[in-house]
């Protein structure tokens, strides 16, 4: 039992905001589609998020290439060949998605890119696509998989900025982009879901969602703790969840 819990150490994330980003893309794409290669995408995103931590400590030199990688990556790969073989070239997004979390594992690998706000959101956007990838490899139309991508992201990545001020703030560092970055990404967000409305893609929650979100995004100061913070994230997510499976059109 000691050496299993030693084992899931070495590959789970240490942010717990990051199983957040995993399962909104999971639950939402699988909710709409759930075919054997929807599924055999969801296989490869799931291992592929479990070998980002244990990659990243070994191109920073801190561990060999051990038995525990070699195993997810196999996962990672027998799980796209299958979803290749059922979904066709159907599934272009995994080519993006590898792309993504090879591009975030390299910055966190580079020491100067641990924590950074751009390694932030290309791991959480690689997992958001990863959204888009089940859908194709479940049959929808690539332009439907992007536009669920894309609303996601318009969802789910101006509240992680916002997050990262506030926790910021919080421990009294400096926070250069403060005031326009979240507002400008929730901007972003809330002319995605107000067009997806507008052209009857999307129930007219969606750009209400939206609309709260950008309320969060205004630079009040909030008394509440990091727990807090962490716990309204959590809710924060069930509603991008809910949004995604009722809401959007795929």
């Excluded at 290669?37 to 070994?58: D, I, Y």
Aim: contains cysteine.
């Amino acid at each position: 039992m000691a050496r299993t819990g030693i084992r899931w150490q070495q590959v789970a994330p240490l942010e717990h905001g990051a199983w957040a980003f995993l399962a909104l893309p999971l639950v939402a794409s699988l909710g709409h589609r759930h075919t054997a290669a929807a599924w055999c995408a969801a296989g490869l995103m799931v291992s592929l998020f479990l070998a980002k931590r244990p990659l990243e400590r070994t191109l920073r030199g801190e561990r060999r290439f051990n038995g525990i990688t070699f195993t997810l990556l196999g996962l990672g790969l027998g799980s796209g060949a299958l979803m290749l073989g059922f979904g066709g070239l159907r599934a272009w997004p995994f080519f993006l998605v590898q792309g993504l979390l090879g591009a975030a594992a390299w910055m966190g690998g580079r020491r100067w890119g641990v924590r950074s706000l751009g390694s932030e959101v290309l791991g959480a956007s690689a997992l958001l696509v990863g959204g888009s990838t089940i859908l194709s490899a479940g049959g929808a139309p690539t332009l439907s998989a992007i536009r669920f991508g894309l609303a996601l992201a318009a969802l789910a990545l101006p509240p992680l900025v916002v997050l990262r001020r506030r926790l910021a703030r919080q421990a009294g560092r400096s926070c250069p982009d403060a005031s326009w970055l979240p507002l400008a990404l929730t901007i972003i967000g809330l002319a995605i879901t107000v067009y997806y409305w507008h052209r009857g893609l999307a129930y007219p929650f969606l750009p209400l969602w939206a609309a709260l979100l950008a309320l969060r995004a205004l630079p009040i100061p909030s008394p509440r703790r990091a727990k807090t913070l962490g716990f309204a994230e959590g809710l924060v997510q069930l509603g991008h969840l809910g949004a995604a499976l009722w809401a959007l059109g795929v």
